[in-house]
């Protein structure tokens, strides 16, 4: 696989190794005819092709080629190159060009004979320095004209060559130069980079000041840009000035789209090396490719720039997002901002769905058409139907709005699995580039279920996650692979069922209202799909009689799952959650035999004093009077208040937490009381009032916590009327 810098916008290749377009044939056969030119006479070739048509490349090709024919030569070219970007004044073009041209040519493994040209191109260079801007129509000056600017250096120079005239100086170094038998090639890049000023003095340079025998120039650039730096001082005649230059104009062949392609390619393999099938969907690619993603590239520098943004950006967010929808916004940051930034600012308009339109709707203006064509008219270098393609792949939703089939069939969990732009929770972190610290990255829950062949391995990771606060991120995206066979193959269930059975407890619980659930419900629902996998009762029954079985940290969890369980036996029951868990688990029979072995797990749990100590201890209470009946209830009860600890326990158990809200209150203020009457559900109050008036009384709170005189002290002014609770 061929090694490319992707962190470099405008890298040319260096070596015909690297050449993935095919274009080391015309390089070299370009190189071949420049090595077989024996002419004395300069000539002067130009390299012509548009920015980003890979013209840098090609001169290394070039080059490649000459050093390799020639390697062992005794008429080896001297090969120079100069690069007039690096230079910003433009009288340190010339300076400069003759500079490295006898620095090069002084070189010890050349000959003495080319070491006295280099010689004789430096005195030649400092006997013209003073000339710092050149005029590139007319005549040189004479001795007289540049007598007067000559100084230091300059002036040892010239009172060597006493009263001759520049052309003087030329006539000895063009003869030193006719007798060697090696040809000087001088690459001169990026022509096109430079102010018209500067642009006209590297032609004036290669015309007038450098136009040596033996010497054979190559230049590159874009011939509109050099022609447009003409205008001013060739009014008409741009063309004619540049013809009688450049005596060999070659244009470079026309990168083919399939090329640009297949380097675009070519370069997103190197990024995504890394990513598993399973998460870079190749189909889902293509679609993205052909809907829009292609007409953004139109040359090399295109792919260049893209490849080098994505890599970068890439490596910040890889494995938390869909990568194929990555590649897709990070196009439209690049090449479209204005799309870009209305999608970032306009997140309610991308991802909220309109699917409940009739047919007759349909045929109506949607309301937020107008916005969207409004935004897409800003662009003027993208086909306008083809933007609405890739806009819709990448937010489905927009379908409606563009009254266009929506082919992209996945329900909205299959889309948040794959982390698609399009989900509320995964819409923000393509431009932030980050992820909230709760969430779980798309690598990170294909870790944690590969794991879920082993008990010890699975429970560890859940531990692990719940200790960095993302398993409740975790619970919610876990639903979206439940029917997944890929991530979760039957042999797995009974593992992702015990252990979310054993920790349940452990886990925090969520605030939750009309659109969220509880922790509790999550873990059920994850439970409900998973047995749903198994066609007949007898293989869901088992799957939830073994985990409750070999439970040991949790009770609530099994309580909160047998009492849906007994919802789903009653179907007139009013409370009946929602329709996606209705259908029945297991059969009556079943349930009957489940409640039984909760009852014995609630009972093994008072009994060795947890029960009293869990957060949901009062909730439990409830169900176990239901499903054992209230003598039970009342018999643990009267032997838990014997204890005065137990007793403060107890009663601490039944505070309830509200918030108030004043009329200018942005902050509620949170509020503890205590219900009297639900202490009635399981003991007389009378029977715990004298113990809890004597606590009261005594002030002697020493080793309680603060609750828990909160708690003794609102039992005491409920009793006493001081507080009015309502149930």
């Known amino acids: 696989m061929l090694e490319i810098n992707l962190f470099n916008a405008d890298q040319p290749i260096l070596t015909s190794k690297d050449d993935i377009l095919g274009r080391k044939n015309f390089a070299y056969n370009l ?58 004044e433009q009288n340190q073009l010339i300076t400069q060009f003759f500079y490295i041209l006898s620095l090069s040519l002084k070189r010890k493994d050349n000959s003495t004979k080319i070491k006295n040209i280099g010689e004789k191109i430096e005195d030649y260079s400092q006997i013209i320095e003073p000339l710092s801007l050149i005029p590139v129509v007319g005549q040189y000056s004479t001795l007289a004209k540049i007598f007067t600017k000559l100084t230091g250096s300059s002036i040892k120079k010239w009172g060597k060559s006493k009263e001759k005239t520049i052309d003087d100086i030329r006539d000895e170094l063009n003869k030193l130069l006719c007798t060697i038998n090696r040809k000087i090639i001088v690459i001169i890049d990026d022509i096109d980079r430079l102010t018209p000023i500067e642009i006209r003095q590297i032609f004036q340079l290669v015309k007038k000041l450098g136009d040596f025998p033996n010497t054979i120039y190559i230049l590159s650039f874009d011939k509109n840009v050099v022609l447009k730096a003409f205008e001013d001082t060739f009014k008409g005649f741009e063309k004619e000035y540049l013809e009688k230059i450049i005596q060999i104009p070659i244009e470079i062949p026309q990168i083919s789209k399939a090329e640009i392609y297949k380097l675009f390619f070519n370069k997103l393999e190197q990024i995504i090396v890394d990513i598993p099938e399973d998460i870079f969907d190749s189909n889902h690619m293509s679609n993205i490719f052909h809907d829009g993603l292609k007409y953004f590239f139109n040359n090399l520098r295109d792919v260049n720039r893209f490849t080098n943004t994505l890599s970068f950006n890439f490596s910040l967010i890889k494995g938390k997002v869909n990568p194929v929808d990555f590649i897709a916004i990070t196009a439209l940051q690049i090449f479209l901002p204005n799309i870009y ?39 003027n270098n993208f086909p306008h139907d083809k933007l609405i393609d890739f806009l819709t792949r990448l937010f489905p ?69 719940t200790e960095k606060e993302k398993i409740l991120y975790f619970l919610d995206s876990l639903g979206d692979y439940t029917k997944d066979k890929n991530y979760i193959p039957d042999e797995n269930i009974s593992t992702i069922i015990n252990v979310l059975m054993n920790l349940g407890d452990t886990f925090p619980e969520q605030d939750f209202d009309l659109f969220t659930h509880s922790t509790s419900m999550d873990i059920f629902r994850i439970i409900h799909q998973l047995c749903l996998r198994f066609k007949d009762h007898e293989n869901r029954y088992n799957l939830i009689k073994n985990a409750i079985e070999q439970v040991k940290d949790s009770i609530y969890t099994i309580v909160y799952a047998v009492n849906i369980l007994e919802k789903q036996q009653d179907k007139n029951n009013p409370n009946k959650d929602l329709n996606s868990i209705d259908e029945m688990i297991v059969t009556s029979e079943q349930f009957e035999l489940l409640k039984l072995l909760s009852l014995e797990k609630i009972e093994k749990w008072a009994a060795d004093g947890r029960l009293l100590k869990h957060r949901n201890f009062v909730t439990i209470l409830f169900y176990w009077k239901d499903w054992a009946g209230i003598d039970v209830i009342n018999q643990y009860v009267k032997n838990l208040i014997k204890d005065k600890y137990s007793l403060i326990l107890f009663i601490t158990s039944f505070l309830n937490k509200s918030k108030s809200y004043g009329m200018s209150d942005y902050t509620g ?20 009032e004298p113990q809890i008036r004597k606590i009261y009384n005594s002030k002697k709170f020493e080793g309680l916590s603060e609750v828990q005189i909160k708690a003794i002290n609102l039992f005491i002014d409920t009793l006493d009327g001081k507080i009015n609770y309502e149930w």
């Open 31 to 88: 190189a071949d005819t420049i090595t077989s030119y024996k002419d004395k006479n300069n000539i002067v070739i130009g390299l012509y092709g548009e920015w980003g048509s890979g013209k840098t490349s090609l001169l290394n090709l070039i080059t490649e080629r000459i050093n390799l024919k020639t390697k062992n030569s005794k008429h080896k070219p001297i090969i120079i190159k100069f690069n007039p970007w690096n230079f910003s």
């Open 669 to 688: 203020k949170e509020n503890l009381s205590i219900n009297l009457k639900s202490f009635e559900e399981f003991i007389d109050i009378k029977l715990i």
């Open 397 to 465: 939703s927009l379908g409606v709005v563009f009254n266009r089939i929506n082919y992209n069939y996945d329900s909205f969990n299959e889309k948040r699995k794959k982390g698609r732009i399009c989900c509320t929770e995964m819409f923000d972190i393509y431009f932030t580039l980050t992820i909230h610290k709760n969430q779980i990255t798309l690598i990170e829950m294909k870790s944690i279920l590969s794991k879920a062949n082993s008990y010890k391995l699975f429970s560890d990771s859940l531990i692990l996650i």
């Open 341 to 379: 930034y209305h999608i970032r600012d306009n997140k309610e308009l991308y991802i909220e769905s309109d699917q409940s339109r009739d047919n007759n709707q349909l045929l109506n203006e949607h309301p937020n058409l107008k916005e969207f064509n409004d935004i897409i008219s800003t662009v």
